[in-house]
C-alpha cells in the first residue's frame, strides 16, 4: 500500500490555546435599590441610540460568554476533509483527522477525460497534508472578524455547513511535467477548410476540430481531488474550431464559381479587352482573412495578363511643342500623362465579379502633367526671325547626289528643333546617328570620300545663322582648307570622331534668351541650303565680317570681327578669332596642290 505522509508542519505547540473555565460562573448580585426601571423608545431619559448601544453590547456580551465557554475548543459543527472536530482541542482534532488522511488517502490519483487516462502513484506524486496549517484554519471558525462575522460562521458551524479543505502538499513539478507530456500527446491544431482551383472551377477541402488541454485547470483540478481525498480528476480541455469553417469555404467557393461563369471583358471607349475564365482564375487569390476567405484579383496577375490594356492606357506627359506653319511658329498643345487607376480597378472588380458581373470600364488616372503646358509655350514661344544664312551646295561637284542626299536627312534632322532657355544645342547629338552616304570630305590634309561628306556645310550654315541670331557660342572649329560655298571665318567644322569618341569635333550654341528658340535648316531645290533662328524679340543684331591679314603659297590667315548692336545701337564691336588656313595635298581627287586662291570671294 501506498505511503501516504502526514505533515504536522504548523505545531500547535507553538499557541497557546486559552483553556476552559473549570467552575461554575458567579450568580449576578440582586439590585437592592428598590427601584425598577422601565425601558421604553418613548422615556425622554434613554434615545434610540442608547438602546441600539445597549443591544450591541448585550451581542457582544454573549459573543464573548460563548468565545469563554468554547475556549480552547474548537466550535461544534466544524468538520476537516469530512471529519467532525467541533468540540475538540486542536490537539485532539490534529490526532482524529491525521488518523482519517492516513486511512484515507489514495495510493493513486487517475485524471480522465478526452479519451485519455493518467494515473499518478501516491508515492511517486508525494501526496501529504499539511495538518497543522489546517487544524488551525478549522480552530479559527467563528473566531476571526467582526462580531457578526463570528456569530454568522458559528451558526453556519452549528448546521455543519462548515468544512476546512485539509492543505494538501504534493509535487507540482511532476504533476505539471506528466500533464505537459498529455498535452504534447493529446493537443492537435484545427484546420482550415481551404479552396482549390481545378481549372475554371472551384473545390471544397473541408476544415477539422482541434483538440487542446487546459494545463492549469487540470493542474487545478488535481489539486482539488487530493485536498478531498477523491481518486480520480478531471481532464479540462476543449475542442478547438477552426478559423475557416467548411461552411464559410463553400460560399466563398460558389462566389468565385459565379465569377468564372462567363469571361471578364474590360471595356475603355472604343476597346475593349478579354479574360477566358481559366486566365482569370490565375489572377485569383484566396486568402485567410479570420473567419472569413477572403477572395481577390492579384494587380500584378492582372498586369501579366492584359499587358495591351496597359499598354494602350498608360502614357506618359508630353510637353508642348513648336511647329512652323504658314511662315510663323505655332504652338502644339502639350498633353497630360495617363494611367490605368488600377487600385479603383481592383476594388470594382472583387467588389462586382463575385456577384455575377463580367464587364468592366477600366478607370483612368490623369498622369504626371507636363513641364512645358500649353499656356507657358503660348507665352514663350519664337515669334520673329532672328537670324538666317544661306550656302550654295552645287559649288561642290556631286556626281551621284550622295553629298546632297547627307545634306537633306541632317537639315531634316535639325529642322524645327526647340531650345529651351539655357539648353545647348549640339550638331552631333543630333546628326551622329543617320545613315550616311559617302561624299567628298577634308581628312588628314587631303580630299577624301568618307560616310557623312557635307555635314560642314550643315553645321556652318546653322552656325551663321545662330551667331546672327545673337546665341552665345560655346564651340566651334575652323576647316582644314578654305571652301567654295562659305567665307573664311564663317566656317565651323564637325568630325564624330573615332569608334570611341576620340578626336571628336562639334559646333554647339546656347540659348541665352528668356523665351524659347526655334531652328529651321533645309536644302531647297534652287541649289541653296538654309537656316533660320526664330525666337522671341530680344532687340539684338549681330554682324560677322571677316578679312585676310596674311597668306604665303601655301596659307593664309584670316580675322572675324563681330559687331553686336542692341536697339539700333553699336554695343560691341570687336576681333572673335583668327583662323589660319592650309592647301590641300595631292592625290586622285586633288590632283592640283599648288592650286591654294587667297583671294577667295
Known amino acids: 500500500m501506498a505511503r501516504t505522509r502526514i505533515n504536522s508542519t504548523g505545531s500547535f505547540a507553538k499557541r497557546r490555546y486559552p483553556r476552559k473555565p473549570s467552575g461554575g460562573s458567579e450568580k449576578p448580585k440582586e439590585d437592592t435599590s428598590g427601584t425598577r426601571r422601565r425601558w421604553t423608545l418613548g422615556n425622554t431619559r434613554y434615545g434610540v441610540a442608547e438602546v441600539l448601544l445597549a443591544a450591541c453590547a448585550f451581542i457582544a456580551l454573549l459573543a464573548a460568554a460563548d468565545g469563554l465557554a468554547n475556549s480552547g475548543e474548537i466550535y461544534r459543527g466544524v468538520k476537516v ?36 487516462d493518467l494515473t499518478f502513484d501516491a508515492e511517486e506524486l508525494g501526496i501529504g497534508f499539511a495538518l497543522g496549517p489546517t487544524i488551525e484554519k478549522a480552530y479559527e471558525v467563528g473566531r476571526t472578524g467582526g462580531v457578526g462575522a463570528r456569530i454568522s460562521e458559528r451558526l ?8 476546512v479543505d485539509a492543505d494538501t502538499e504534493y509535487r507540482a513539478d511532476v504533476a505539471r511535467g506528466a500533464i505537459a507530456d498529455l498535452a504534447a500527446e493529446l493537443d492537435r491544431e484545427p484546420g482550415n477548410a481551404e479552396i482549390s482551383l481545378s481549372g475554371n472551377r472551384a473545390e471544397v477541402q473541408e476544415g477539422r476540430e482541434g483538440y487542446r488541454i487546459d494545463q492549469a485547470a487540470t493542474l487545478q483540478n488535481l489539486q482539488v481531488a487530493l485536498g478531498n481525498l477523491e ?7 476543449g475542442v478547438v474550431e477552426p478559423e475557416v469553417s467548411t461552411q464559410r469555404a463553400e460560399i466563398a467557393a460558389t462566389n468565385i464559381n459565379l465569377a468564372l461563369e462567363e469571361p471578364l471583358v474590360l471595356r475603355s471607349g472604343d476597346q475593349s479587352w478579354e479574360l477566358a475564365p481559366g486566365e482569370l482564375a490565375s489572377a485569383l487569390s484566396v486568402t485567410n482573412g479570420g473567419s472569413n476567405l477572403n477572395l481577390e484579383i492579384e494587380a500584378e496577375q492582372l498586369r501579366q ?6 499598354e494602350a492606357l498608360q502614357t506618359e506627359p508630353r510637353d508642348a511643342g513648336f511647329t512652323f506653319v504658314d511662315e510663323a511658329v505655332e504652338v502644339v498643345p502639350a498633353q497630360p500623362g495617363q494611367q490605368v487607376a488600377e487600385n479603383r480597378l481592383i476594388e470594382e472588380l472583387n467588389a462586382g465579379l463575385f456577384e455575377g458581373r463580367h464587364e468592366f470600364e477600366v478607370p483612368v488616372n490623369e498622369g504626371r502633367q507636363p513641364e512645358l503646358t500649353t499656356e507657358k509655350a503660348e507665352s514663350l514661344k519664337p515669334t520673329e526671325l532672328l537670324g538666317k544664312f544661306r550656302t550654295n551646295y552645287e559649288t561642290i561637284e556631286d556626281e551621284d547626289g550622295s553629298r546632297t542626299y547627307n545634306l537633306g536627312i541632317a537639315a531634316d534632322a535639325i529642322d524645327e528643333a526647340v531650345l529651351a532657355p539655357g539648353e545647348i544645342f549640339s550638331v552631333n547629338d543630333t546628326v551622329a546617328q543617320l545613315d550616311y552616304k559617302e561624299a567628298k570630305v577634308f581628312q588628314e590634309g587631303l580630299i577624301q570620300y568618307a560616310e557623312g561628306g557635307g555635314l560642314c556645310q550643315v553645321a556652318s550654315t546653322l552656325y551663321v545663322a545662330a551667331v546672327q541670331a545673337g546665341l552665345e557660342v560655346v564651340e566651334r572649329h575652323q576647316h582644314y582648307a578654305m571652301l567654295e560655298y562659305i567665307k573664311p571665318g564663317f566656317d565651323s567644322t564637325v568630325w564624330f570622331g573615332d569608334a570611341y569618341g576620340n578626336g571628336e569635333l562639334d559646333s554647339r550654341f546656347k540659348n541665352n534668351t528668356d523665351a524659347y528658340v526655334l531652328l529651321r535648316e533645309w536644302v531647297d531645290d534652287d541649289g541653296h541650303m538654309y537656316a533660320e533662328v526664330w525666337g522671341q524679340p530680344t532687340g539684338r543684331e549681330v554682324e560677322l565680317r571677316s578679312e585676310m591679314v596674311d597668306h604665303t603659297n601655301s596659307s593664309a590667315t584670316w580675322v572675324t570681327y563681330k559687331t553686336v548692336k542692341e ?10 578669332y583668327t583662323d589660319t588656313y592650309r592647301s590641300l595635298g595631292q592625290n586622285e581627287h586633288n590632283d592640283n596642290p599648288y592650286g591654294f586662291d587667297p583671294t577667295w570671294e
Request: net charge negative; no cysteine; proline share 4%.
Open 81 to 116: 476533509a469530512g471529519v467532525s472536530v467541533g468540540g475538540k482541542t486542536p490537539e485532539e482534532a490534529s490526532r482524529v483527522v491525521g488518523e482519517r488522511l492516513a486511512s484515507d488517502a489514495p495510493e493513486e490519483v487517475r485524471m480522465t477525460g478526452a479519451g485519455a
Open 156 to 163: 453556519r458551524a452549528s448546521v455543519g455547513a462548515v468544512d
Open 231 to 237: 481518486e480520480e480528476a478531471r481532464i479540462a480541455g
Open 305 to 310: 495578363l492584359v499587358p495591351e490594356m496597359y
Open 567 to 576: 536697339n539700333g545701337e553699336v554695343v560691341e564691336e570687336r576681333e572673335a
